[in-house]
């Protein structure tokens, strides 16, 4: 085996920031660093370190504008108070392996990880071992942990991720599209779906094909280029596009006689590989995403026409969409309420209900009696009273007047 062998293994496997920077309190980071020798080894101090290091594959280090100098260290074994500076460790045999734990805790307002051509911020735990002797007397071994943002509860970032998508619009009173879908928030490594709709207004038109196109938009608020205007990338993440041909000929186009609805999916690539960034705005730096409905309309002259409408989308993690409700009370659970009743109404209770999937259901209530004179007039002083309605559930009569 290795001389030295060292494995970080977190709790977590990516630290998840709740709340906007400002707002956001502080998430815990632990796990343990398992360490296994080869040979005895003469171990002064072993460090934990929670850092984050900016891009280095940049051509240009000024363009390198979207940075983070997040660093935390704690020591989890020093020996430097001892009488020879160091303690010796025998070597681990048996797949046996020394145990030592971190803790950290990540500020709330630390930059989510994020991968652009203006900068990356990539946070990693690093663990150092210092030891004595000739050769190397320093071992490191460090591991990537992305850190995430999501929205608080009954926040207002967090309702915006529960809107749905609608977006509308017509071409020169000849189509009409139509771009639906139940949310405006998808996860990445998931699938987008929407329902796109081609309506006519005109006689004569036909629909060649119909897609949908996922964009990222990466905006730099540092930069900007030879003409004032702030430095952007823009690229094309994952498109669909369906070919659309009448039921009765394959070889020939749909017309457009009336409504037509498309289910469209696309597969949203994983942002851990830098394929998609989340969508994000801070003061350095914002990713937008926007989604297009694309469609070619073919109208009575045979002039091809792309016609695109777009709405804008966000991408969030996965855990941000999944809500966790508390669990509500059901009736089936009603066998934990307490009934305040005396020994003579819960024995009537008891006597007249049945048992229904652990559940009591109270017995069936008498049909109200109405007693009315109608040859006496309401305004005469001999009028009876108004009518009652006597309820009895066991032995608690209500009079309801």
């Avoid at 205007?229 to 186009?253: A, F, G, I, N």
């Avoid at 960034?277 to 073919?298: F, G, K």
């Avoid at 009591?360 to 109200?368: K, T």
């Amino acid at each position: 085996m290795l001389y030295v062998h060292t494995e970080i293994i977190p709790d977590v496997s990516s630290i998840v920031l709740r709340g906007r920077p400002s707002e956001a309190s502080c998430e815990p980071l632990t796990g343990r660093v398992l360490i296994r020798l080869g040979h005895s080894l003469k171990v002064k101090r072993i460090a934990v370190e929670f850092q984050s290091t900016d891009a280095r594959k940049q051509q240009h280090r000024r363009l390198n504008t979207v940075r983070s100098s997040t660093l935390m260290q704690q020591d989890v074994f020093d020996a430097s108070g001892s009488q020879t500076g160091h303690a010796v460790w025998p070597a681990t045999h048996g797949g046996c392996a020394r145990e030592l734990p971190f803790s950290f805790d990540i500020p709330g307002h630390t930059h989510q990880s994020v991968r652009t051509a203006f900068g990356n911020i990539v946070y990693e735990l690093r663990v150092t071992i210092h030891t004595c002797g000739f050769g190397i007397n320093t071992w490191t071994q460090a591991l990537r942990i992305p850190v995430y943002r999501i929205p608080l509860e009954d926040s207002g970032w967090a309702l915006l991720l529960a809107g749905s998508m609608s977006v509308q619009a017509d071409w020169l009173g000849a189509v009409e599209l139509q771009m639906v879908g139940d949310c405006a928030a998808f996860a990445d490594k998931a699938r987008l779906c929407a329902r796109a709709i081609v309506r006519p207004l005109q006689k004569g038109q036909m629909l060649a094909d119909v897609g949908l196109r996922l964009c990222e938009k990466v905006r730099c608020k540092n930069l900007v280029d030879r003409f004032g205007d702030l430095r952007s990338t823009q690229h094309t993440v994952c498109e669909e596009v369906q070919k659309v041909y009448s039921p009765s000929d394959s070889l020939q186009m749909l017309a457009l006689d009336h409504e037509q609805s498309f289910d469209l999916v696309l597969d949203v690539p994983s942002a851990a590989a830098g394929c998609i960034q989340y969508s994000m705005d801070t003061a350095s730096l914002s990713v937008a995403h926007e989604l297009t409905l694309v469609a070619t309309i073919v109208d009575q002259q045979s002039n091809a026409h792309l016609l695109r409408i777009s709405a804008p989308v966000r991408i969030v993690p996965k855990i941000a969409l999944e809500a966790s409700f508390a669990e509500l009370p059901e009736y089936s659970k009603s066998c934990f309420d307490r009934l305040l009743l005396d020994s003579s109404a819960e024995a009537l209770v008891a006597r007249h209900s049945r048992r229904n999937d652990g559940c009591w259901s109270p017995p069936p209530l008498p049909p109200p009696s109405v007693h009315f004179d109608n040859d006496i007039s309401a305004d005469s002083p001999t009028a009876p009273v108004p009518p009652s309605y006597q309820v009895c559930f066991g032995s608690l009569d209500v009079l309801i007047v």
